[in-house]
């Protein structure tokens, strides 16, 4: 995804929106629910219920921008509502999960050797 800005930050909304919801409503959860200033110049990912569609709102100094993707066949790879911590993405991980792909799923793997 080719943006005319660059993001200082790219963060995931883990609960499902209501996609009537345009960029005031979306600001709106940015500021009371996240608790993030939305004129930073990040970028805020809002998904609906069958994960097929998402929306990204973001500052960029001269106004909001709210861009929107469809899914024809497939579903955005989303964290769950349980997880605690904020899910903050890299510019390459959001264009990856633009594309389909699961940047969500890779866990880090801890390992110890069963020595002595």
Same mark, same amino acid.
């Given at each position: 995804? &080719?943006?005319?800005?660059?993001?200082?930050? %790219?963060?995931?909304?883990?609960? $499902?929106?209501?996609?009537?919801?345009?960029?005031? !409503?979306?600001?709106?959860?940015?500021?009371?629910?996240?608790?993030?200033?939305?004129?930073?110049?990040?970028?805020?990912?809002?998904?609906?219920?069958?994960?097929?569609?998402?929306?990204?709102?973001?500052?960029?100094?001269? !106004?909001?921008?709210?861009?929107? &993707?469809?899914? +024809?066949?497939? &579903?955005?790879?989303?964290?769950?509502?349980?997880?605690?911590?904020? $899910? %903050?993405?890299?510019?390459?991980?959001?264009?990856?999960?633009?594309?389909?792909?699961? %940047?969500? !799923?890779?866990? +880090?793997?801890?390992?110890?050797?069963?020595? !002595?």
């Amino acid at each position: 995804m &080719k943006m005319f800005v660059n993001p200082s930050a %790219v963060y995931l909304y883990r609960d $499902v929106i209501d996609f009537r919801k345009s960029i005031d !409503g979306l600001i709106a959860i940015v500021e009371q629910e996240l608790k993030y200033d939305a004129y930073t110049g990040a970028l805020f990912l809002f998904s609906n219920k069958a994960k097929d569609k998402l929306k990204l709102v973001y500052w960029d100094k001269t !106004g909001f921008a709210l861009w929107y &993707k469809r899914l +024809e066949k497939h &579903k955005f790879k989303w964290p769950s509502q349980l997880d605690s911590e904020d $899910v %903050v993405l890299t510019e390459q991980q959001l264009t990856w999960l633009l594309s389909g792909y699961d %940047v969500l !799923g890779h866990q +880090e793997l801890h390992y110890q050797s069963d020595l !002595g």
